[in-house]
T-cell receptor, first 112, second 115 residues
Framework: NAGVTQTPKFQVLKTGQSMTLQCAQD?????MYWYRQDPGMGLRLIYY???????DKGEVPNGYNVSRLNKREFSLRLESAAPSQTSVYFC???????????FGQGTRLTVV | AQTVTQSQPEMSVQEAETVTLSCTYD???????LFWYKQPPSRQMILVIR??????QNATENRFSVNFQKAAKSFSLKISDSQLGDAAMYFC????????????FGQGTTLQVKP
């Protein structure tokens, strides 16, 4: 089982460029999440999808959009990248109840 | 809103010794889950240990154990017999008990293990 797969692992963007971070899980989980990790701030929730066909804002949604393409895939889009979006991005999936969340390996994004 | 605080940005421990990482949280919920995650330089998020709030017994996983003080809203991680491979960033995280997987993370503690 691959678990949660994110692409790409690294990316450098120029200010104003757009890009999409891809995430796919093969565990048949209903819920998927996007977090960003910044020094001294831990991981913060950007957007999540509790089930296929639904998406909701998290703590820091400004500047991002998401698409739950199907049950497996949940993408994060930056329409016009800003230096403040330089961060490490994590995708996660979760089933229910007591189960743990599973994380992808992260994407290090630098906006110059 | 729930918050999680890790007040120790960095800690160090001698190999084979014991170290305790601190975490406090704030919530008005009575039932919830608490977690410790390890993040080595590879960036992978690895679940170390978890605790369900209604369980009074502290969770233990091999060399890792927690001290869960519900009234004080404290959830510390004790690592016994520290190994070089324990060197990593450690995150404390909170999740409500309802049907959500949303996690609230602390700021993280970087643990250095000295040989």
């Amino acid at each position: 089982n691959a678990g949660v797969t994110q692409t790409p692992k690294f990316q450098v963007l120029k200010t104003g460029q757009s890009m999409t971070l891809q995430c796919a899980q093969d565990m048949n989980h209903n819920s998927m999440y996007w977090y960003r990790q910044d020094p001294g701030m831990g991981l913060r929730l950007i957007y999540y999808s509790a089930s296929e066909g639904t998406t909701d804002k998290g703590e820091v949604p400004n500047g991002y959009n998401v698409s739950r393409l199907n049950k497996r895939e949940f993408s994060l889009r930056l329409e016009s990248a800003a230096p403040s979006q330089t961060s490490v991005y994590f995708c996660a999936s979760w089933d229910r109840g007591w189960s743990e969340a599973f994380f992808g390996q992260g994407t290090r994004l630098t906006v110059v | 809103a729930q918050t999680v605080t890790q007040s120790q940005p960095e800690m160090s421990v001698q190999e084979a010794e014991t170290v305790t990482l601190s975490c406090t949280y704030d919530t008005s919920e009575s039932d919830y889950y608490l977690f410790w995650y390890k993040q080595p330089p590879s960036r992978q998020m690895i679940l170390v240990i978890r605790q369900e709030a209604y369980k009074q017994q502290n969770a233990t996983e091999n060399r890792f154990s927690v001290n869960f003080q519900k009234a004080a809203k404290s959830f510390s991680l004790k690592i016994s017999d520290s190994q070089l491979g324990d060197a990593a960033m450690y995150f404390c995280a909170y999740r409500r008990s309802s049907n959500t997987g949303k996690l609230i993370f602390g700021q993280g503690t970087t643990l250095q293990v000295k040989p």
